[in-house]
């Protein structure tokens, strides 16, 4: 994969072949479908987001479009696309004299793409489903809240699991199980005989194996119909930003406070829910931390940062492997609800389990309004 180029001028029109070269760069371009909902039942470009030509100005208003995890900066690349490239003509040339001046459009539209031989997704309440995926998601397919528009949305959904541990383990399992379309796995760590009490994605003869890498293997033999990518390095301030841009979701399973502090912050200032889940022993923590929707942050939580040191890592302290278990699949059905758009989120509601006394409650956490790091925000 390539890296981006942000001082390279961007063509006003991109042939289908430049334009699926564009699409792999890191970060790939924004992608936006400017046809209308009727049009997408032919499927859609994997990733592309549903804007409909006469909703494109909606982009630049301050409350930005609601099928945007986040608002479209002027510096980030834009692919837009329609049927034959005619209105995402249009759509391009308009963002352009708004100043976003890295938009280019798809020459031909789908019917180029098509004519390339590259391949599309299922487009949002069409029954484009495959007969395998038909199968493979059947009992999603019968849940109201799901069907087969939610299915898609599934299947156009982007989640970066923080830490292929005990909660990124069944999170990611999960995720990938219910055929959620592009998933990342970041940890830099090797796979060790003592993660195997509960670190469920790997196997014995994975020990010394890149965990990243190990969990992509596994995830992708659970379902090969997805796009998994293992980032084998540490997530730090230089390249979380663009991780983050890149998803919808962010599923932190951090095993140090420095990390999801750092995530916290990041996520605040793109507007990216955050699903958070913690366990110590044989209790866990859940909330879901979502900046665009208000509510608090993880430092309206936790206003001062733990010292280094003072939290006992799973190491010292010890956990029951079933703990991170449990967590981390509540973390998998919080963010599959956010990409549904179904449901109640954990929202301000801090999920607190103690397995020892079979107990199950929740508090509501404040939002606070001199936080450090959402203060700011309204919401
Ligand atoms: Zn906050």
């Not at 969990?215 to 033999?221: G, M």
């Not at 110590?280 to 209790?283: D, K, L, N, S």
């Not at 001199?370 to 790091?373: A, E, V």
């Given at each position: 994969?390539e890296?981006?180029?942000?001082s ?9 072949e ?7 760069l890191v ?14 039942h ?22 930005s479009?609601?099928?945007?995890s986040?608002?479209?900066s ?11 490239g005619i ?52 009992r999603h ?19 970066l699991v ?5 909660l990124?383990s ?18 830099d ?6 993660n ?7 196997r014995?003869?994975q020990?010394?194996h890149?965990?990243?890498?190990a ?7 659970l ?35 420095e990390t ?9 200032a ?7 889940g913690?366990v110590?022993?044989?209790?866990g ?12 942050c993880?430092?309206c ?8 040191g003072?939290c006992?890592s799973c190491?010292?302290?010890?956990v ?11 973390q998998?059905?919080e ?8 449901g109640?989120?954990?929202?301000g509601r ?19 309004p001199?936080?450090?790091?959402c203060g700011?925000?309204r919401?």
């Open positions: 994969m890296n981006s180029n942000q390279d001028p961007v063509a006003l029109e991109l042939d289908a430049q334009a699926a070269r564009w699409l792999d970060p790939p371009p924004r992608l936006i479908d400017v046809r209308e909902l009727a049009e997408l032919s499927g859609i470009v994997s990733g592309a987001i549903h804007i409909p030509l006469r909703e494109i100005p909606s982009i630049v208003s301050p409350g479009h609601p099928h945007l986040r608002p479209i002027c510096d980030e690349n834009v692919l837009i696309y329609c049927a034959k209105r995402s003509y249009e759509a391009m040339h308009w963002l352009r004299q708004q100043g976003y001046q890295r938009c280019a459009s798809l020459r031909g539209g789908i019917e180029a793409w098509n004519g390339a031989d590259l391949p599309l997704a299922a487009g949002p309440g069409s029954d484009h489903l495959n007969r395998d995926d038909q199968e493979r998601y059947a397919l019968t849940i109201p809240e799901v069907g087969e528009e939610g299915q898609a949305k599934l299947l156009s959904g982007r989640v923080i830490g292929g541990g005990g990124g069944p999170a990611a399992l999960y995720l990938a199980a219910a055929g959620v379309g592009h998933i990342t796995i970041a940890d760590d090797v796979v060790e005989l003592s195997l009490q509960r670190q469920v994605l790997y014995t003869d020990i010394g890149s965990k990243a890498e969990a992509a293997k596994t995830l992708s033999a379902n090969p119909t997805i796009e998994i990518v293992a980032f084998p390095e540490r997530v730090t301030g230089a390249n979380a930003p663009h991780l983050i841009g890149d998803h919808d979701v962010v599923l932190d399973g951090a095993d140090n406070f999801r502090f750092m995530i916290n912050d990041l996520c605040v793109q507007q990216t829910a955050v699903v958070h913690s110590y022993r044989f209790e923590q859940l909330t879901v931390f979502d900046p665009a929707r208000g509510g608090p993880l430092r939580l936790h206003p001062q940062s733990p010292a280094e003072s006992a190491a010292e302290a010890g029951l492997g079933v703990m991170p278990g449990i967590i981390g699949t509540i998998a059905a963010t599959i609800k956010i990409l549904l758009g179904q109640d989120s954990m929202r801090l999920l607190l389990i103690d397995a020892l006394k079979g107990s199950f409650r929740q508090i509501e956490i404040p939002k606070r001199d936080c450090l790091s700011h925000y919401g």
